[in-house]
């Protein structure tokens, strides 16, 4: 199946700092994008969709000005965290959607795991 | 309001036994169904999926799930547990509308030896 990579898988920051995370569709162009969060042993949030060329679309709850996110190019979408906070200490992880003649499908990436001291 | 739910957060199955994850959903328009595995500090992966056609549906790794309308259901399951299949499973659904996609809670595989 396609491939979606993640940059980086791990980031350790200092609070207040912003830290950005790549989310790119190697094989595939994706004109949408999804970005989740996973709190540790818990199940995945949808924080917001990303649309190639447009807003991204933040679900009730997120703040956009806090994650910030650009989707640039049809295979690459970015989450910038802002003045990140021990809170935002997260596993984040972003989706990809293939739509072909007959299949609409999304695929994941591996995650990135923020570390926010 | 759309979600989904997954009765057991753990489960427990001795290897060689049968596996079964329980996954119901709530929808007014037919969705399609996915399950995902994510092994420690990973991505998810996906095992099967549910789009349209025949309702029984074969993923990878031996598992397979039957998705039945008239009990909103769509559980996983696989003949013969292995060791390698302990992990956390999530089922989720995809609302063919908006294409967002909402995960259950999950369901954390034991498989004793």
């Known amino acids: 199946g396609a491939v979606v990579s993640q940059h980086p898988s791990r980031v350790i920051c200092k609070s207040g700092t912003s830290v950005k995370i790549e989310c790119r569709s190697l094989?595939?162009?994706?004109?949408?994008m999804f970005w989740y969060r996973q709190f540790p042993k818990q199940s995945l949030m949808l924080m917001a969709t990303s649309n190639e060329g447009s807003k991204a679309t933040y679900e009730q709850g997120v703040e956009k000005d806090k994650f910030l996110i650009n989707h640039a190019s049809l295979t690459l979408s970015t989450l910038t965290v802002t003045s990140a906070h021990p809170e935002d200490s997260s596993f984040y992880i972003c989706?990809?959607?293939?739509?072909?003649?007959?299949?609409?499908?999304?695929?994941f990436g591996p995650g990135t795991r923020l570390t926010v001291l | 309001a759309q979600s989904v739910t997954q009765l057991g957060s753990h489960v427990s199955v001795s290897e060689g036994a049968l596996v079964l994850l329980r996954c119901n959903y709530s929808s007014s328009v037919p969705p399609y169904l996915f399950w995902y595995v994510q092994y420690p500090n990973q991505g998810l992966q996906l095992l099967l999926k549910?789009?349209?056609?025949?309702?029984l549906v074969k993923g990878i790794n031996g598992f397979e799930a039957e998705f039945k309308k008239s009990e909103t259901s769509f559980h996983l399951t696989k003949p013969s547990a292995h060791m390698s299949d302990a992990a956390e499973y999530f089922c989720a659904v995809t609302y063919t509308g908006g294409f967002k996609t909402i995960f259950g809670a999950g369901t954390r595989l034991f498989v004793k030896a």
């Open positions: 989706s990809a959607r293939e739509v072909l003649d007959r299949t609409d499908t999304q695929y």
């Open positions: 094989d595939f162009q994706a004109t949408t």
């Open positions: 549910y789009t349209t056609g025949a309702t």
